[in-house]
């Protein structure tokens, strides 16, 4: 895998490109609602955006709806 990845570094600037914009919108949604640990778990866990993707679709909705 390290060979590949040497031989092959577009993928980790493709995966970068992936992650900082999922984990960005997720953050800022997490500050937003308050929900703190979320915020924290979202800033240390790196999962690939799933995480991420995750809290913006699913859970951050559920807290909006139950606010309202």
């Given at each position: 895998m ?63 709806k139950?606010?309202?």
């Amino acid at each position: 895998m390290e060979q590949f990845l040497i031989e092959n570094p577009w993928v980790i600037w493709l995966a970068l490109a992936w992650i900082i914009p999922w984990k960005g919108i997720a953050l800022w949604h997490a500050a937003k609602l308050n929900h703190k640990w979320w915020f924290i778990a979202l800033l240390i866990v790196n999962t690939l955006a799933v995480l991420e993707i995750l809290y913006i679709f699913i859970f951050s909705k559920v807290k909006e709806k139950q606010k309202n």
